[in-house]
């Protein structure tokens, strides 16, 4: 009997210790290249693209703005309530943050965008914008889709996952932010890799465009408050001429890169608003003036900041006119140089290769956009991609931010699918080292739509 005692207290101790980590099961090379076909042949299927088509028009008919995404954000949760997909609601505001898998380590993190553009849809379709003044002009109702694809094929196939997904439904893209406001909220607790995507028209459809290291510029948006004294336009003598001052201002701001900023190091200045005055005989008192300015480096865009602070204060007392001027706030911040990692670089080549084959993986040059996604790329390892859906034979598509931005619904199935594969690869290639009582935990997701973050 106490050798019975000693054999089961040792067979109880082996099963509480730590697994070694050569007793974890080696991948399946074969079975492993496999799962990003068997993706894409299961979102090429009606039951996926059909509802993810109809998921995009849906949202394309309705746009909101950042942080203003409450239908769309209804419209996700009512999506993954049917899947049987908890989720954490409300995280800045009207993001979404929802689980897949088995709810412990490791964790991944797949990300979409919601918000639309102020912009008037001049594309006349079955479903255009119903809202005036705004529009899904670049792409983030496709986004949305895909990730509700993605998140569809991942549940149907829970079971294989080695470790749990984290679906990032983030709001306020466009300016506002909503990455840092998630990441600040918790959204990547104990994550340890993040992919997204962004749909683009310069690339043909069934290829991916990407590169490591940084990929999107860092950018910032000023405002300019330029004060003279108004008056009659007959009379210019007895006023101050704001516009005057704000015409000189806004060419010597474009000396700031032609004359000042090295060719080889990309920068850019773009005035994008002018507001001044109200009627043909008359000189208003003051002109306002907005827009962006972009640079990879964190020096370059500091100077460049500085610079144009001072353009803009010393051309507009030149013209005997104050000028005050604001530049990013809490609601606005900076976004930082979207870096890809190096590792997840290797990774993806490799997932998207078995997907897409390699010559369909295609090398992408810097691009002075800039991207939110930076601000959770920055946090831990992140790799964003773009996923074209150019064919030449359905004619010319316009690029994002344009009126008449239209977007090629057969890409949908390959932006779910490389999702659903990154992330299910990731887990499998990235399994824990070891099990312990001690391993963390992602907080627990909470079910009900009226759950507080």
Not at 207 to 221: C, H, Q, S
Not at 423 to 443: C, F, G, I, Q, V
């Amino acid at each position: 009997m106490a050798l019975f005692r000693w054999v089961f207290l040792i067979l109880a101790l082996q099963f509480l210790m730590p697994t070694p980590i050569s007793s974890i099961p080696s991948i399946n090379p074969d079975k492993s290249a496999k799962i990003p076909l068997d993706f894409l042949d299961f979102a090429k299927t009606p039951e996926i693209k059909d509802w993810m088509v109809g998921i995009r028009r849906n949202l394309h008919e309705n746009p909101e703005l950042g942080f203003q995404e409450f239908e769309t954000s209804k419209l996700v949760r009512a999506e993954l309530d049917q899947m049987g997909i908890p989720y954490k609601y409300p995280v800045a505001v009207t993001g979404i943050v929802g689980f897949v898998g088995t709810g412990r380590n490791p964790f991944v993190a797949i990300r979409a965008d919601m918000d639309a553009l102020a912009i008037e849809e001049a594309v006349e379709w079955e479903h255009k914008s119903k809202v005036p003044g705004k529009m899904h002009a670049c792409g983030h109702d496709a986004h949305v889709a895909m990730l509700l694809g993605a998140a569809k094929m991942l549940q149907e196939r829970r079971e294989d996952l080695q470790g749990t997904v984290i679906l990032i439904f983030q709001p306020a893209e466009e300016g506002g932010g909503g990455a840092k406001k998630m990441l600040d909220a918790g959204a990547l607790n104990n994550v340890q890799a993040i992919f997204g995507l962004h749909v683009s028209s310069e690339y043909p459809i069934g290829a991916v465009a990407t590169r490591a290291g940084p990929i999107t510029a860092a950018g910032g948006i000023f405002e300019v408050v330029i004060n003279g004294k108004g008056g009659h336009a007959a009379l210019p003598q007895h006023t101050i001429d704001p516009i005057l001052a704000a015409s000189n201002v806004i060419v010597s701001l474009q000396h700031l890169v032609s004359r000042e900023a090295d060719p080889l190091d990309s920068q850019v200045v773009t005035i994008t608003k002018v507001q001044g005055g109200g009627a043909f005989n008359v000189i208003p008192d003051s002109v306002t003036i907005g827009g962006t300015f972009r640079a990879f480096s964190k020096e370059s865009f500091s100077q460049l900041k500085q610079r144009i602070e001072d353009v803009i204060t010393r051309q507009a007392s030149v013209q005997r006119c104050n000028a005050s001027v604001t530049f990013n706030t809490n609601e606005n911040p900076y976004y930082p140089v979207t870096t890809n990692s190096e590792v997840l670089h290797e990774y993806f080549g490799k997932v998207a290769g078995d997907m897409l084959d390699v010559q369909n993986i295609l090398e992408m040059k810097l691009l002075m956009g800039a991207e939110d996604f930076s601000f959770f790329a920055g946090a831990i390892p992140g790799y964003f991609y773009y996923l074209g859906f150019k064919n030449e034979s359905q004619g010319q598509f316009e690029r994002g931010h344009s009126p008449y931005y239209t977007f090629n619904e057969d890409a949908l199935p390959y932006g779910a699918a490389l999702h659903a594969s990154l992330a299910t690869r990731y887990l499998m290639e990235n399994p824990l080292k070891h099990t312990s009582p001690e391993a963390n935990y992602h907080d627990e997701p909470k079910r009900s739509p009226h759950d507080e973050f």
